[in-house]
């Protein structure tokens, strides 16, 4: 068993290494990948010429995520984005869906934690049609009551699934008690009561108060040149008008001063563990010497070296990964993965052991070039279709990166040291100040044994 898991590791780590290399041999970034401009009414336009195909996509980004939601009416944001192409005042929802599927399009639209989209993609020749109808549902929303209600109904749904799939009530409760009272304690689809208490007129307002262009930037990739996407684009949205944005900003959570643990008893065989603690915002410098420590430790699959640990040598998990959720606001540093009840102690035990022995030895110097390799290579793959390029390009816009961030992040990556990724790795992991939680059968599971995490106040559920 052990053999088999070490030659996975190993054809993965190859395939990875391939893989980064054959795509930084064919590709490369020189300057900025895109033209912007302001238009009249304060709206960002960022165009990517591609006349390879004749697909254009596009995408509106508002900053009116569910970290907007008021405090009582969670899921407003959501709810608001969702139920934005469900009809206006000149047509119904059906006509819509209908008018694009007709040519081969696509129009979706949806929120996250710190912005809304409007996605939509059609073929070069049916842009002014696309153009006409996303400037209808961004100026003429009805917001009809039961498409609300049926809304309503379906995030509800999608709550009392989440609440049956373990993993999700991990997640759920690791945010809620990190984050406390921060939006980003909360699901983007929102909570039962803060559903409940959305009402008709809520949403309207959330829409007007948001939904400016001036809040707003429109990324375009396809066989179409900035010129003649700013003359389109501001011939359909010339009515969009802008206005004053209070944009909240929520106070910080409190750091964590001591381990804690959150335990939900479930009649499950396998517990679902989260390690972690509050990270970084997106905007820290320390991101891309993190992104090197994280790869290494566990966010690069087979090669980290929890998967090493924790899977190949101790066979304690199929799976373990970390992650820093870095947003507009400081987000979290999780360790997650599922092993068998019994096996819950163990594996807490070598992630904090694991950690320590990061903390006070760092990195070799090739775990560090293989990092940087994988890294640097498979960038290029974030931008290989016109989809994924237009949602890089509106996370750089959303997040200041610049238009010259495919450039800059190969360089980023690889001034990056061993000596700077042990400073961050000490710096940003805290494994004498963390948020266990752990979903699963408590009574077999027993972490209380656990001497690392002894004292700790915990609860169940």
Excluded: C
Aim: charged share 20%.
């Amino acid at each position: 068993m052990k053999a088999e898991s070490m030659k996975t590791k190993v054809l993965a780590m190859l395939l990875s290494l391939a893989l980064a290399q054959s795509v930084t041999a064919t590709t490369s970034f020189s300057g900025e990948i895109a033209r912007k401009t302001t238009l009249p009414n304060g709206l960002t336009l960022i165009v990517a010429e591609r006349p390879q195909l004749p697909t254009i996509h596009l995408q509106v980004v508002v900053r009116a995520g569910a970290a907007a939601d008021p405090a009582g009416r969670e899921g407003l944001a959501n709810l608001t984005a969702e139920t934005l192409l469900q009809g206006t005042r000149t047509q119904e929802a059906q006509t819509i869906s209908r008018r694009i599927e007709a040519v081969g399009g696509s129009l979706n639209s949806g929120a996250d934690l710190d912005f809304a989209t409007v996605s939509l993609a059609v073929l070069k020749k049916d842009l002014a049609l696309g153009l006409e109808i996303l400037a209808d549902v961004l100026l003429n929303p009805l917001f009809a009551a039961p498409e609300l209600a049926r809304k309503v109904d379906e995030m509800k749904a999608r709550l009392q699934r989440m609440d049956e799939d373990p993993r999700q009530v991990a997640q759920l409760a690791f945010a809620q008690k990190i984050f406390g009272s921060h939006p980003y304690a909360r699901p983007v689809e929102g909570t039962l009561a803060g559903l409940a208490a959305v009402q008709r007129q809520q949403v309207l307002d959330f829409f007007r108060e948001f939904y400016r262009p001036n809040n707003a930037a429109l990324t375009l990739v396809g066989q179409i040149s900035l010129e003649e996407a700013q003359n389109l684009v501001t011939q359909a949205l010339e009515n969009w008008k802008p206005g004053p944005v209070q944009r909240p900003s929520p106070a910080a959570p409190p750091e964590l001063s001591r381990p804690q643990m959150v335990k939900i008893d479930r009649p499950i065989s396998q517990a679902n563990l989260i390690w972690g603690h509050l990270g970084i915002a997106r905007s820290n410098p320390d991101f891309y010497a993190l992104q090197v420590m994280n790869y290494i430790l566990g966010g690069g699959g087979f090669v980290s070296r929890l998967m090493d640990q924790i899977r190949d040598n101790l066979g304690l998990t199929y799976s373990i990964y970390s992650h820093f959720n870095a947003l507009e606001y400081p987000g979290s540093f999780i360790i997650s993965l599922e092993t068998k009840n019994q096996n819950g102690n163990r594996a807490v035990a070598e992630i904090l052991k694991e950690m320590r022995r990061y903390l006070e030895k760092g990195v070799t110097e090739t775990e560090l070039a293989e990092a940087k390799a994988y890294l640097t290579g498979s960038f290029p793959l974030r931008m290989d279709t016109n989809a994924k390029t237009v949602r890089l390009l509106s996370a750089m816009e959303i997040y200041g990166l610049g238009l010259d961030y495919p450039e800059k992040y190969p360089q980023w990556i690889n001034r990056i040291s061993a000596e700077e990724v042990l400073r961050v790795a000490r710096k940003y992991l805290h494994p004498d100040r963390f948020l266990l939680v752990v979903v699963g059968d408590q009574g077999e599971i027993g972490l209380e044994d656990i001497s690392e995490i002894r004292g700790q106040k915990s609860e169940v559920r």
